[in-house]
């Protein structure tokens, strides 16, 4: 079955510290460039962060940059957004997406598939 299922959220004072896991099925994963997105309840949806199909190159929105960290492992059909010093803003429904391609496009969200979403809440 080809889809794509993350992990790894809940609740998180200001400060702290997620990380999020999305298993990939169904596909030859290290052949795509996979990224991350959130979605704030009643805002639009934004790109946050996106890695190569090889993992060589990784890319984020300013808004997280120096403070989130995307990885993969091919070996596991999985990648990671490791999320430090976390803020309310950081508050949203995260989806892993697969890219079409070897490649990221940054800030360009346009994906041929989604996974559920994980819900991170940033809050004291």
């Known amino acids: 079955q080809v889809q794509l299922v993350e992990s790894g959220g809940g609740l998180a004072q200001p400060g702290g510290s997620l990380r999020l896991s999305c298993a990939a099925s169904?596909?030859?994963?290290?052949?795509?460039?996979m990224s991350w997105a959130r979605q704030p309840a009643g805002k639009r949806l934004e790109w946050v962060s996106g890695i190569y199909s090889d993992g060589s190159d990784t890319y984020y929105a300013d808004s997280v940059k120096g403070r989130f960290t995307i990885s993969r492992d091919n070996a596991k059909n999985t990648v990671y957004l490791e999320m430090n010093s976390l803020k309310p803003e950081d508050t949203a429904l995260y989806f892993c997406?697969?890219?079409?391609?070897?490649?990221?496009?940054?800030?360009?969200?346009?994906?041929?598939?989604w996974g559920q979403g994980t819900q991170v809440t940033v809050s004291s």
């Open positions: 169904g596909f030859t994963f290290s052949s795509y460039a």
């Open positions: 997406a697969k890219s079409r391609d070897r490649e990221v496009n940054p800030g360009i969200i346009d994906y041929d598939l």
